[in-house]
């Protein structure tokens, strides 16, 4: 019989390292005769990128799941709220002016027991946006408020949401969890990685602790790929024809002790890429996501601290090449790879936290022995391929489907780029109905319903063939309306303002008036 794995070794910190290491220690230990020994290996003499983080819904279940305390979670992190990507100038209107929508992290509320979006293009006036009119979403982001009360109960909350925090320090809290949870710490360097004849990594040889023979052993060791691909072979696979952006110029932006603390990512598409606005409690963070094909980065960094009105000396502007696309097999022999190591895709809708807790929670369900089954194997990198299948297909909808054609880079993006079969057999169907369930894996990420926001904000059904709205009456349509912005009336008033709900977890006072109703919050948009 096959030795069952006692020792994982993790090659690499930072969050994907950290958060491997946390919930690999929590969940094969918590019904364990002989516990599984978790120890992370990294290195000194790296030092911490202070980027800005922002994150999709399920993160919440992740920290709520590790025990993790979320009002600390919020001060050690410079952490904040995030209720949606809202995207400006993707596209333009028949103006040629720049367009504005919002993602909600709120799922679509329902008419009538239906899809709000067929009864939306019968009787909302063209000029209308589908999100501000079928959710409160936007008009709470637009007054910065919290998505739950001042003292209401942790991880609970009426509205979808999800964080943006500062990656080093959250690197830096999750060392701390993990470590109190009894994970192992060692500082030091890999200098060789030694290969067994099986085809299994054998031993790490380390600068100071000399030569440390492994069991299993997961390499965080980002865009490097020190073990899966540099000792193991296993070779990555660009998207480069779906996908252009490969650099990065990233910084920060001040921001005033009094400024209002906005809950959403923005996303600004500028000549050749886009930029993003993160804010964390003590400033915001931004980057410019590019394509090299079309801009240098010289140019990148102009246009990117143009586009803010700031100098460079504020800024502090560095940039990031940016490895996009997947290791082929993710999960090799005694070896699996998670975050960057595994595969980047850019960072648009966020999805890079989520794809290393996905990685975490396949690899705990197919948990191998010291044999490292080949059928465990397979059908974890068959899942983490569809992973990456979905990110890539969504993200590449919102260059797809974009009408500017105004830069070399937006034409290519529209017309030269290769599209997945899988979105464009989607698109056509949608065309003719409203995205369902029905049309997505059954274990997904994004939803009909994210799908159908972003859609709608590109203008996708302006003259579509959809057909009518058959369950939905005018009357039902006005009935839900009115619910709708009833909850948009009694959510601003009940809901603190963000800075104010952050400010409380760290003791500091509230802004004068806070309401009493502000620890309560009650709102149904569903009818």
Known sequence: MTEPIRDITIVGGGTAGWLAAAMLNRYLNRNASAPVRVSLIESGKLPPIGVGEATVPPMRQVLHDLGVDENEFFKRCNATIKLGVRFTNWDVDDEGRPVEYLNSLTEGPVVNGHNPGAPFMAFAPESWDFPRTVLPTDHLIDQGRAPRGIGDPQYDAKLGYAYHFEAGLFAEFMRDHATGQGVHHIIDDVEHVEMGSDGNVAALHLSENGRRPVQLVIDCTGFKGLIINKAMGEPFEPYSDTMMNDRAVVGQI????EDTIYPYTGAWALSSGWVWRIPLYSRISSGYVFSSAHLS?????????????VDEETFQPRVVPMRVGKTRRTWVNNCVSIGLASGFIEPLESTGIYMTDRAIRFLIDYFPDQGYDQRLQDRYNELMGQVFDEVRDFIVLHYYQSNRDDTPYWRAARHETAVPQSLLDNLEVWKRAMPSPLDL??????????????????????????????????????????????????????????RAFLASLRGSNTSAGEPDAARRVSADVTT
């Open 297 to 309: 980065d010289d140019e990148a960094r102009a246009e990117l601290l143009n586009h803010w009105g």
């Open 441 to 498: 894996p059954e274990h997904r990420l994004f939803s009909a319903w994210t799908y159908q926001h972003v859609l709608f904000g590109k203008g996708f059904y302006k003259g579509a063939n959809v057909a009518e709205s058959r369950h939905v009456s005018r009357a039902d349509w006005e009935h839900f309306r009115q619910i709708v912005e009833n909850a948009k009336t009694q959510l601003a008033q009940n809901l603190p303002d963000q």
């Open 254 to 257: 001040p921001r005033g002790a």
